[in-house]
């Protein structure tokens, strides 16, 4: 399980390392919420692209497990921790994009969707409403998928 200290502890460890880094899945979900609903297996990151060497330093007692390269790539720990990191390229307009496949293809991440949300008392940086539930669509959706869909629908009015 990744637990909210754990997940406290990763993004002190890369704002200390001057990496710039957001909250998206489950815990991001969870953040936007200000509560924590249910178990977490892993921490979504995203992470601007450029700063990758200095993440990969910043995280030493991960390893890498999983590369999936230039979507997403997998880093675990012996006890279990799980973090599942997304290059991001910005513009200078704020936006991003992520690759979506090997082939070309792009996530898009408007500049207003990194916003702020909690996890316990401490602020933490996630994605918007919005953008969790673009962040949830293109995969067979797991039954604690469509928890988070529906609380975020739910407590924020979405349709």
């Given amino acids: 399980m990744l637990t909210a200290e754990i ?9 200390a390392a001057g990496c710039h880094a957001w909250i998206a899945g489950g815990w991001g979900v969870d953040a936007l919420l200000g ?11 995203l992470h601007r692209a450029e700063e990758e ?22 880093l675990t720990r012996p ?11 910005f513009e200078p307009d704020g936006s991003a994009t992520q690759a979506a496949d090997s082939s070309g293809g792009l996530f898009s991440y408007p500049a207003d969707c990194f916003v702020t949300g909690a996890i316990g008392a401490v602020t933490v940086p996630c994605l918007s409403v919005e953008q969790q539930l673009v962040f949830h669509e293109g995969y067979e959706p797991r ?17």
Avoid: I, K, M, W
């Fill in 53 to 74: 060497p200095t993440v990969l330093a910043a995280l030493h007692d991960f390893t890498e497990s999983e590369d999936f390269r230039p979507v997403r790539f997998v």
């Fill in 35 to 45: 509560r924590e609903t249910r178990a977490h297996s892993d921490l979504d990151l």
């Fill in 79 to 89: 006890d279990g921790a799980s973090l599942d990191l997304h290059p991001l390229h």
């Fill in 7 to 15: 997940a406290l502890d990763v993004l002190s460890r890369l704002r």
């Fill in 143 to 159: 039954p604690h998928d469509l928890a988070d869909v529906a609380a975020l629908r739910t407590v924020f009015g979405r349709p």
